[in-house]
C-alpha cells in the first residue's frame, strides 16, 4: 500500500537552531501534502497544506515565516521550523494525498512523525 | 469546530468485537465518513471510509445509518494491539481537503 516516509524521527537541538524535516511519498506521486502538530495528550492540529509547485496555505494563527514549507517535487515536501524555541516542541506529521485524477476521495496516508525537542 | 462526536473512551475485552459509535448529524451530501487511528507516538493510520453503503476490509467494518447521522466502527476481534485513538472524520469529497481531527475515542482492549 501507499507509505509516507518522514525523516528525522526525532530531533533534539539547542534554542534558536532551525529543523528541517522531509516528508517523502514513497510509491506514489502526491500533488498535495499536509502538515499537523500535535501536543501531548491533544488531537493533531492541521498547520498548512502544501501543492507542488505553488505556495503554501497556512492555518490561522500559523506563523510561515516560522514555518518555512517547501513542495518541489510530487514526491517531497520539507518543513522548515526556524529559529526554534522551547514552545515548538511537539510531534510534527505529514501526510500526502495520491496524485489528482485519481479519485478525490482517495484517504490520507501519514508519516510516522517527528518528535522535535528545543532545549 | 469538530463536526463529529465520539465517546471519549471505551473498553473492550480481548478477541470481542470492539463498536466505536460516531454521530455526524451534519453531514452534507459530498461528505464521506473516514476513519482512523493512531497508536501511541504514531501516526495516524487509515482504517476505512465511507458514502453511504457499508464497508468491509482487511482491517474493520463500517456501518453507516440510512439517514447518513451516525456510523459504527467495527473491530471484529479486538487484540492487545488495536488499542489506540480512533478518529472519526468527515471530509468533503474535494482533493486537496486535508482531514480535520476531533477528539476521538481512546479504545482500551485489555486481556
Known amino acids: 500500500g501507499a507509505v509516507v516516509s518522514q525523516h528525522p524521527s526525532r530531533v533534539i537541538c539547542k534554542s534558536g537552531t532551525s529543523v528541517k524535516i522531509e516528508c517523502r511519498s514513497l510509491?506514489?506521486?502526491?500533488?498535495?501534502m499536509f502538515w499537523y502538530r500535535q501536543f501531548p495528550k491533544q488531537s493533531l492540529m492541521l498547520m498548512a497544506t502544501?501543492?507542488?509547485?505553488?505556495?503554501?496555505?497556512?492555518e490561522q494563527g500559523v506563523e510561515k515565516d516560522k514555518f518555512l514549507i517547501n513542495h518541489a517535487s510530487l514526491t517531497l515536501s520539507t518543513l522548515t521550523v526556524t529559529s526554534a524555541h522551547p514552545e515548538d516542541s511537539s510531534f510534527y506529521i505529514c501526510?500526502?494525498?495520491?496524485?489528482?485524477?485519481?479519485?478525490?476521495?482517495?484517504?490520507?496516508?501519514f508519516g510516522d512523525g517527528t518528535r522535535l525537542s528545543i532545549l | 469546530d469538530a463536526k463529529t462526536t465520539q465517546p471519549p473512551s471505551m473498553d473492550c475485552a480481548e478477541g470481542r468485537a470492539a463498536n466505536l459509535p460516531c454521530n455526524h448529524s451534519?453531514?452534507?451530501?459530498?461528505?464521506?465518513v473516514y476513519w482512523y487511528r493512531q497508536i501511541h507516538s504514531q501516526g495516524p493510520q487509515y482504517i476505512i471510509h465511507?458514502?453511504?453503503n457499508n464497508e468491509t476490509n482487511e482491517m474493520a467494518s463500517l456501518i453507516i445509518t440510512e439517514d447518513r447521522k451516525s456510523s459504527t466502527l467495527i473491530l471484529p476481534h479486538a487484540t492487545l494491539r488495536d488499542t489506540a485513538v480512533y478518529y472519526c472524520?468527515?471530509?468533503?469529497?474535494?482533493?486537496?481537503?486535508?482531514?480535520?481531527f476531533g477528539k476521538g475515542t481512546t479504545l482500551s482492549v485489555s486481556s
Open positions: 465511507g458514502l453511504k
Open positions: 510509491d506514489f506521486q502526491a500533488t498535495t
Open positions: 451534519t453531514i452534507s451530501g459530498n461528505e464521506y
Open positions: 502544501s501543492n507542488e509547485g505553488s505556495k503554501a496555505t497556512y
Open positions: 501526510s500526502a494525498v495520491l496524485r489528482l485524477g485519481q479519485g478525490s476521495n482517495q484517504p490520507q496516508h
Open positions: 472524520i468527515v471530509r468533503v469529497n474535494q482533493a486537496g481537503t486535508a482531514l480535520i
